[in-house]
Each structure stands twice: as C-alpha cells, then as structure tokens.
C-alpha cells in the first residue's frame, strides 16, 4: 500500500491494551474530550452506546505509527483522493470509537473534528461529489454518517441514512 502497513497486536500486548484508552500514538498530544456528545450537535456519538472493550490493531501510514478497533475494515479506510492508484489519507476507527485520519505531510495521527464516533469505516462516499467526503457506519452499519472537506477544512458529521 505504498508507505501505509497493518499489523495486529500480540494476545498479551492486546490485553494491556485494554487497560488504557486505544488511540492512535500521537493521541497523548491530542486527546479529545471524554464527554459525550448531546445528540442536537448531530454526530455519531449521539446514536450508540459500546457495549464491550474493543481490541487494538496497529497501523503505520508514512511512518506515523497509531492503532484502529480490531475487525473494522481498515482498507476502506485507505482513500486514493487523486485516483492515481496510491492512497492520499488515511482513516481509522479507533477501539474507543473515535475517528482519525493522516496522511502524508501530516505530524502524526489527527482526530477528525465533530466529535464523531463510528463501529465501521465505510470509505470515500465515491459520489462524484467534488468534496472529500468520508464515511461511517455507527451501530455496525445501520446508520451512516458522513463529514466532508471543503472550502479549507473539515465540516460536521450528518447521517447520510
């Protein structure tokens, strides 16, 4: 995948992981709140509750090394913005729902603004929308949420059905 790898934690290192939040590594400089997000801000959070601890996998995109929840569909994830067969960004779920991104001249993983929380990536909303619009599933894909890129940043997360 061209700068961007995955790799699943050991039984032992999955277990520790458990004992503390699973975000990517560069989330001890930024963290986001631990609150919950009433549901009149329209996010993802607003629609679920976790009912268990999620396992972590590791992944390391153009040398940023961060974890994403076990099982959900990281290669979705992967978006090739410039249809020149290279992924451009990359996005992940995280054990603890949170959603992030980077990508090659970023420092390290970002959380994507809104507060947004998520059970599955979806992808690109492969639209033929001219804005970059990424894709979640929340309750393991019975409803959809999407936050798209336009005008200089990102916007918030609206439920696409």
Known sequence: ???????????????????????P???????????????????????HTPVRAASQCAVTAWGHKGYYMC?????????DWNRDGHPDEVFVVAANRTIWHTW????????????????DM?????????????????DKGYHYWQNCFYKGKWHTWTTTG
């Open 1 to 23: 995948m061209n700068g961007v790898i995955k790799a699943g934690l050991g039984a032992a290192a999955a277990l520790a992981a458990l004992a503390g939040p699973a975000l």
């Open 25 to 47: 590594a560069s989330a001890a400089t930024h963290t986001p709140a631990a609150t919950h997000t009433p549901a009149a801000t329209h996010t993802p959070a607003a629609t």
């Open 71 to 79: 099982g959900t569909d990281l290669e979705r994830g992967y978006v």
């Open 104 to 119: 090659k001249n970023a420092h390290g993983w970002q959380v994507m603004p809104g507060n947004g929380r998520a059970d």
């Open 122 to 138: 979806v992808g690109p909303n492969g639209t033929g929308d001219p804005r970059r619009c990424i894709v979640v599933y929340v």
